[in-house]
């Protein structure tokens, strides 16, 4: 049974930071497209960014956009978890974090549909 679980989150104020994990059981997280999603109260779900393999088995970290410069993702393959750094935290960073994993196809974005879903975990900062 495959497992996506988060966890991390919480309360901090502006200018913070907060490590997020997801750990996988009976699904690797080395050898498929993990993503971090977040979705705030009354938004559409948003693509943080994404985890894959790439062709000497090491891993390739791609950030949106909208987070670049603040967030990182990276993974600890002995641990078959990936993380969301997040360093100067904002209040509009404030949403509900998912991971999620699917095949890695030669392509891996925070868009699409995903295999797998953690629970997810609240992110609060406040100013």
């Known amino acids: 049974q495959v497992q996506l679980a988060e966890s991390g989150g919480g309360s901090v104020q502006a200018g913070g930071s907060l490590r997020l994990s997801c750990a996988a059981s009976?699904?690797?997280?080395?050898?498929?497209?993990m993503a971090w999603f977040r979705q705030a109260p009354g938004k559409e779900r948003e693509g943080v960014g994404t985890i894959y393999p790439t062709g000497d088995r090491t891993l390739y970290a791609d950030i949106a956009d909208s987070v670049k410069g603040r967030f990182t993702i990276f993974g600890d393959n002995s641990k078959n978890t990936v993380y969301l750094q997040m360093n100067s935290l904002k209040p509009e960073d404030t949403a509900i974090y998912y991971c999620?994993?699917?095949?890695?196809?030669?392509?891996?974005?925070?868009?699409?549909?995903?295999?797998?879903w953690g629970q997810g975990t609240q992110v609060t900062v406040s100013s």
């Open positions: 999620a994993g699917r095949p890695y196809g030669g392509r891996c974005v925070p868009a699409g549909s995903f295999d797998y």
């Open positions: 009976g699904y690797s997280s080395s050898r498929n497209c």
